[in-house]
C-alpha cells in the first residue's frame, strides 16, 4: 500500500463507547497530524506529531486521546464523545513539521456520534 | 478578520473556460502557500504550492501569488466536468491554516 491510510471509513458509535480511528503512512514522513471536518467551516488541527512527539494540542477536549507509537502510525481514541463531535476526521502527513512540500490526506474517517 | 480567507462560493463556469479562485490572508509573515481540491465525500488532494510573487504553472493549473497585496489564487484554464470540486487555500506561517474552501461548479 501507497500513501495514507485511515480505518475505519465510517464509524457509528454511542456515546458510551470507545473506539479508536488508525492512520498509517507508507511516505516515509516523519510528521502526522489529526484534524476535523465539520460542514461549512475551515479543517480544524487537533493534534501534531513531529518525529513521534507530540508538539501541538489545539485545546482538544480529552474525550480525544492521540497515541504515535511510531512515525508511521497514528491512532485517535475516542471515548464518551458528545453528538457534535459528529465530523469527518482526517490523517494527514508530511516530510517533517517545518515542510514546504504540502500535506498527504488520508481517505478520512466519517464519524457519527448518536 | 479570518487568518485566511475564501469565498464559499458556488463558482459556476462552462465547460472549456477559465475557473479564477481567489484567497487572502492577514499574516504578512505567511511563507508558503498551497492549493487543495476536494471533491465531496473526499480528503483534500495538494494540487499546487508556491513561495514566491508571481506565477506558477502546472498544466491547466496557475497559481498566483501577490505578498504585497497578500492574496493567492488559481487559474484552471480549460475548465472541465471533472475539476468540479471544493478548493481549499492552505497558508503556512508558523503554523499551518485552511480557509473553508471555495466549491468550483463546471457546467458540461
Known amino acids: 500500500e501507497t500513501g495514507v491510510t485511515q480505518t475505519p471509513r465510517h464509524l457509528v458509535m454511542g456515546m458510551t463507547n470507545k473506539k479508536s480511528l488508525k492512520c498509517e503512512q507508507h511516505l516515509g514522513h516523519n510528521a502526522m497530524y489529526w484534524y476535523k471536518q465539520s460542514a461549512k467551516k475551515p479543517l480544524e488541527l487537533m493534534f501534531v506529531?513531529?518525529?513521534?512527539?507530540?508538539?501541538e494540542n489545539n485545546s482538544v477536549p480529552s474525550r480525544f486521546s492521540p497515541e504515535c507509537p511510531n512515525s508511521s502510525h497514528l491512532f485517535l481514541h475516542l471515548h464518551t464523545l458528545q453528538p457534535e463531535d459528529s465530523a469527518l476526521y482526517l490523517c494527514?502527513?508530511?516530510?517533517?513539521?517545518?515542510?514546504?512540500?504540502?500535506?498527504?490526506f488520508g481517505s478520512g474517517t466519517r464519524l457519527t456520534v448518536v | 478578520q479570518k487568518e485566511v480567507e475564501q469565498n464559499s462560493g458556488p463558482l459556476s463556469v462552462p465547460e472549456g473556460a477559465i475557473a479564477s479562485l481567489n484567497c487572502t490572508y492577514s499574516d504578512r509573515g505567511s511563507q508558503s502557500f498551497f492549493w487543495y481540491r476536494q471533491y465531496s465525500g473526499k480528503s483534500p488532494e495538494l494540487i499546487m504550492f508556491?513561495?514566491?510573487?508571481g506565477d506558477k504553472e502546472d498544466g491547466r493549473f496557475t497559481a498566483q501569488l501577490n505578498k504585497a497585496s497578500q492574496y493567492v489564487s488559481l487559474l484552471i484554464r480549460d475548465s472541465q466536468p471533472s475539476d468540479s470540486a471544493t478548493y481549499l487555500c492552505a497558508v503556512r506561517t508558523y503554523k499551518y491554516i485552511f480557509g473553508t474552501g471555495t466549491r468550483l461548479k463546471v457546467l458540461a
Open positions: 494527514a502527513s508530511s516530510l517533517d513539521r517545518v515542510s514546504n512540500y504540502g500535506y498527504t
Open positions: 506529531y513531529n518525529f513521534k512527539e507530540q508538539t
Open positions: 508556491i513561495y514566491s510573487n
